[in-house]
């Protein structure tokens, strides 16, 4: 179960990158171009909750499960890069990158226009999506992660 979440948990983070950025050009049209907002603010928060999910039931598993390396509250954990990543780093990043998705949703859906709301919208998705692009643990820094 916990390698079935993982690889869902991977996999979903391409859907939760597409949708943030589909979300953060449809509210910047909306906020320079007087149209109005999709629907895809609103997909993006849905996905990323659901992303959140996932992760919440993988981090709880993972300090369970005591053969899980990569979630550990023991000594010395700060110490070493790849658990400090995955207890705190990703968990505190990922989730104030989920309260700015919803905080800004939920403002944008308060504002009078159309431009008021791709603004309030565009400002808080993408904060979010730069807090998520330095939270998710890439190939490339070693993490112990893979592309998928």
């Known amino acids: 179960m916990y390698t079935g979440l993982t690889h869902a948990h991977s996999g979903l983070r391409w859907l939760v990158l ?3 950025l589909l979300a953060i050009i449809s509210a910047y049209r909306a906020w320079k171009g007087g149209g109005s907002l ?3 603010p609103l997909f993006a928060l849905i996905v990323t909750h659901i992303q959140m999910l996932i992760g919440f039931v993988l981090y709880f598993i993972g300090i369970s499960n005591e053969s899980n390396l990569k979630i550990s509250f023991m000594d010395g ?3 070493n890069a790849i658990t400090r990543f995955y207890t705190i780093e990703h ?3 990922m989730l104030i990158a989920i309260v700015l998705i919803t905080v800004g949703y939920s403002k944008a859906k308060r504002k009078a226009t ?3 709301k791709g603004k309030t919208t565009f400002t ?3 904060i979010a999506l730069i807090l998520i692009l330095l939270a998710i643990p890439w190939p490339f820094r070693g993490l112990g992660a893979g592309w998928f």
């Open 18 to 20: 597409l949708f943030l």
């Open 38 to 40: 999709s629907k895809m």
């Open 77 to 79: 954990f700060m110490k």
């Open 91 to 93: 968990l505190i990043l």
């Open 114 to 116: 159309e431009e008021a």
């Open 124 to 126: 808080f998705y993408l």
